[in-house]
């Protein structure tokens, strides 16, 4: 019944229920003496708490729990317990399958002894490698933000709000990016949702600059403003010139473009 109430097959139900069942204890006094009764709840914290134990359980068994003749001899030749002599992760690969007689109980990659010694599995570690703490990590560096004019946190309430017909959101549509086929502009209006699409001659600052110049000639600057009186868009390249021929441009954040 309570499968079908939740829309799921009975099995599920009742394994959840042996999961979280568990046996609780109630202690009487009478007559000077203790009764202990016992009985049984289900406590979806337990099954919660049993089915992460059991997850973690699961998966193929670690290699390096059947590897201890390896980890071992491993550990012998990069300390230089074998011969003397330091041997490289890689080296240590290659020396093993000429020492030990199992295959399949040496990594095939350097790559998983190299997380084997990261994790804590050998007894060498990190330090104990000659040229791994030598080799400089490459560092990634941030991106340069931009902004290419007024911030959209000074964008009229009105705007933000949708409290009035006129407030514009702006972006293109493209479909084979080479940069040079036609591109679909996008204006949607915040408070009615009406949508404005136009092919322009490409994704560039020269082609959207010019729609908005021959839109605005066509319609005279009175009613051109009155009906577009604030445009958002994000950073792209070919809004970066719209504040020469718009008074009242505003751009997203750098990199977040979904706050228009």
């Known amino acids: 019944a309570i499968g079908r109430q939740l829309g799921v ?19 009487q006094k009478s007559n000077g003496k203790i009764y202990e009764y ?8 337990a099954g ?16 390096y729990y059947s590897s201890k003749q390896f980890l071992r001899l491993a550990d012998q030749l990069m300390l230089g317990e074998f011969d003397d002599h330091h041997y490289s992760p890689q080296a240590v690969i290659y020396k093993a399958r000429d020492l030990m007689n199992d295959g399949t109980l040496i990594p095939k990659s350097v790559v998983t002894l190299y997380q084997w010694i990261n994790e804590g599995v050998l007894r060498t570690s990190n330090l104990d490698l000659f040229e791994k703490p030598k080799r400089k990590h490459h560092r990634t560096h941030p991106r ?7 911030n959209i946190a000074q964008r009229p309430q009105t705007a933000d709000q949708r409290s009035e017909i006129g407030h514009w959101e ?10 040079n086929d036609s591109v679909v502009l996008v204006m ?9 699409t136009s092919k322009i001659a490409g994704k560039t600052a020269h082609a959207v600059n010019q729609f908005f110049i021959n839109l605005r000639q066509k319609m005279g600057t009175d009613a051109y403003y009155r009906i577009f009186k604030t445009i958002t868009s994000d950073n792209g390249s070919e809004f970066s010139e719209l504040t020469q021929v718009h008074d009242h441009v505003f751009y997203a954040d750098p990199y977040s473009p979904w706050e228009r």
């Open 48 to 63: 919660q708490d049993t089915y992460l134990e059991h997850h973690r359980h699961s998966g193929r068994r670690r290699l």
């Open 38 to 45: 016992s009985y049984y709840i289900y406590s979806y914290e």
């Open 144 to 150: 340069a933000k931009r902004c290419l004019g007024p």
């Open 9 to 27: 097959n009975h099995q599920t139900i009742n394994n959840e229920l042996n999961r979280g069942t568990v046996r609780q204890l109630r202690r």
């Open 170 to 179: 702006l972006d293109t549509v493209q479909g084979q990016k080479n940069g």
């Open 188 to 196: 949607t209006d915040r408070l009615s949702r009406v949508n404005i």
